[in-house]
């Protein structure tokens, strides 16, 4: 089985990505199912509905967020209504949505979807390894296939989920800052494993914003609103291929495309 995991899809130039190249990246690395994270798809920060729609329709499976789900209110009840859109599983009790999913791949074969949010330099949410370790055993019981992006800005937190997670999930994939790692590794028990899978949307920028804009904001302080950049738009995320009996990854690839390269 090969899973396709997209990077923050950025704005609209993240969108335009997907919709123009996601079809043929699929076709080449020969994927059976595809993960993206969307939460900062409505320009810059947050998912509204028609854009989850929108990327659905493009060929996405399911979607996980992070913090930035909440950016756009009207996500909220949405989320409740909406499986194949997913927001991280340590939020509080009573919080809209669902944090983990079981998804069909054709009609033989299922894959658990976990999507975690981190907590050093974050918000103090509810511990991602003790709560994703109970969601993961729920996950096994239909499947010993489990993907969890885990939505977090410390690498250290990151490399000790994936450890955390050894043998006890197919794949972590960490998302949130951006910028593909390039420590991508089948950890000894069968987890594939990588920091950051990247962004989808403008490289040409400060991790999707304007260059201009993110420089002002840092020089003077002022809270100027997020602009996203248009230029150099790429596809970036991983492909993991991992056995359906074990649950075991057996190889993890970084794929970085350029819209250039396919128009």
Do not use: C
């Given at each position: 089985m090969r899973i396709l995991f997209i990077g923050d899809i950025v704005g609209k130039a993240g969108r335009k990505a997907i919709h123009e190249v996601l079809e043929r990246v699929v076709?080449?690395?020969?994927?059976?199912?595809?993960?993206?994270?969307?939460?900062?798809?409505?320009?810059?920060?947050?998912?509204?509905?028609?854009i989850a729609l929108e990327i659905l329709d493009d060929g996405v499976d399911v979607i996980t967020t992070g913090n930035h789900v909440w950016a756009k209110k009207e996500i909220i009840s949405f989320l409740d209504e909406e499986s194949r859109l997913l927001r991280p599983a340590n939020y509080p009790a009573g919080v809209?949505?669902?944090?983990?999913?079981?998804?069909?791949?054709?009609?033989?074969?299922?894959?658990?979807?976990?999507?975690?949010?981190?907590?050093?330099?974050m918000k103090h949410l509810d511990c991602p390894f003790r709560v994703g370790e109970k969601e993961i055993e729920k996950l096994r019981q239909?499947?010993?296939?489990?993907?969890?992006?885990?939505?977090?800005?410390?690498?250290?937190?990151?490399?000790?989920m994936g450890w955390f997670m050894n043998g006890k999930a197919s794949a972590v994939l960490g998302t949130h800052?951006?910028?593909?790692?390039?420590?991508?590794?089948?950890?000894?028990?069968?987890?594939?494993?990588?920091?950051?899978?990247?962004?989808?949307?403008?490289?040409?920028?400060v991790i999707g914003i304007r260059k201009e804009v993110a420089l002002e904001r840092l020089l003077t302080q002022i809270p100027w609103k997020f602009d996203v950049a248009t230029e150099d738009i790429k596809l970036q995320g991983v492909v993991v291929e991992v056995d359906s009996k074990t649950g075991k990854a057996t190889n993890i690839n970084r794929i970085r495309v350029s819209l250039n390269e396919w128009n």
């Open positions: 076709t080449e690395h020969g994927v059976d199912f595809t993960i993206a994270n969307g939460e900062n798809a409505a320009g810059g920060m947050g998912i509204t509905p028609p809209p949505g669902r944090g983990a999913g079981l998804f069909r791949i054709g009609n033989e074969e299922k894959i658990g979807v976990l999507n975690l949010e981190g907590r050093v330099f239909e499947t010993p296939t489990v993907i969890i992006d885990f939505h977090a800005e410390a690498t250290s937190e990151k490399v000790a800052t951006h910028v593909q790692t390039s420590d991508e590794k089948i950890l000894n028990r069968g987890t594939a494993y990588i920091t950051d899978v990247g962004m989808t949307g403008p490289l040409d920028s």
